[in-house]
């Protein structure tokens, strides 16, 4: 058990470049959550899917951004055009269907900087 | 709506004991606690579901009043390492799906 690792871990873009960050989640976990955090707040829900099935999407989620996860494994996350209000700790995180606890395990995080 | 946590900020003397409470306008079916240091992911606390079942740190309880729809984490003998923002996250639904994260408490142990 590796834990959930994100890359890159810090990125700096200009206003209106695209981005794009990936997510490698706990092996057998079939959930995977992408989250949104600005300094000062907690975690804030962006998409999730399980499998490869992106079930939910939050209305935080501007058709700027897309998320994919091809083979229900690693996800990434896409942000065209970005904007200076971008800028913000890009956290994902895994989980397991089946149990009744379905604790979500968070990985370090991409630190987004646009300038 | 977030969960309201209290209080915001707490400092403490190693050693000492704190109480973090997480209030929910809506019905819980469980609540999940995390820990998050500066720059840091959060990271998983334990978790309480409704009927009494929890699943965590063995020096961390927590205690989950489905009625008043609250829960509190209790940190006894805190640890320098005990400091960090702690999150209380609330599911949506009666599944484990996406979680709506609580106001957050900043907690600081000194020496």
């Known amino acids: 058990d590796t834990g959930v690792s994100q890359n890159p871990r810090h990125k700096i873009t200009k206003r209106g470049q695209n981005v794009t960050f990936r997510c490698d989640p706990i092996?057998?976990?079939?959930?995977l959550y992408w989250y949104r955090q600005t300094l000062g707040q907690g975690p804030e829900f962006l998409t999730y899917?399980?499998?490869?099935?992106?079930?939910?999407k939050s209305r935080l989620l501007s058709d700027r951004f897309s998320a994919e996860r091809p083979k229900g494994s690693f996800s990434t996350l896409e942000i065209q055009r970005t904007e200076q209000g971008d800028s913000a700790m890009y956290l994902c995180?895994?989980?397991?269907?089946?149990?009744?606890?379905?604790?979500?395990?968070f990985g370090p995080g991409t630190r987004l900087t646009v300038l | 709506q977030q969960p309201v946590q209290s209080p915001q900020a707490v400092i403490l003397r190693e050693g000492e004991d704190a109480v973090i409470n997480c209030s929910s306008s809506?019905?819980?079916?469980?609540v999940h606690w995390y820990r998050q240091k500066h720059g840091e992911a959060p990271v998983f606390l334990m978790i309480?579901?409704?009927?009494?079942e929890q699943k965590g740190h063995e020096k961390i309880s927590a205690s989950f009043n489905e009625k008043k729809q609250q829960s509190s984490l209790y940190l006894t003998a805190s640890q320098l390492s005990y400091s960090g923002t702690y999150f209380c996250?609330?599911?949506?639904?009666?599944?484990?799906?996406?979680?709506?994260f609580g106001t957050g408490t900043q907690l600081k142990v000194e020496l």
């Open positions: 995180a895994s989980s397991l269907t089946g149990t009744s606890y379905n604790e979500q395990f």
């Open positions: 092996s057998e976990h079939n959930r």
């Open positions: 899917f399980q499998n490869e099935a992106q079930l939910e």
């Open positions: 809506k019905a819980l079916y469980s």
């Open positions: 309480l579901l409704k009927g009494g």
């Open positions: 996250g609330t599911p949506e639904g009666g599944g484990g799906n996406k979680l709506t």
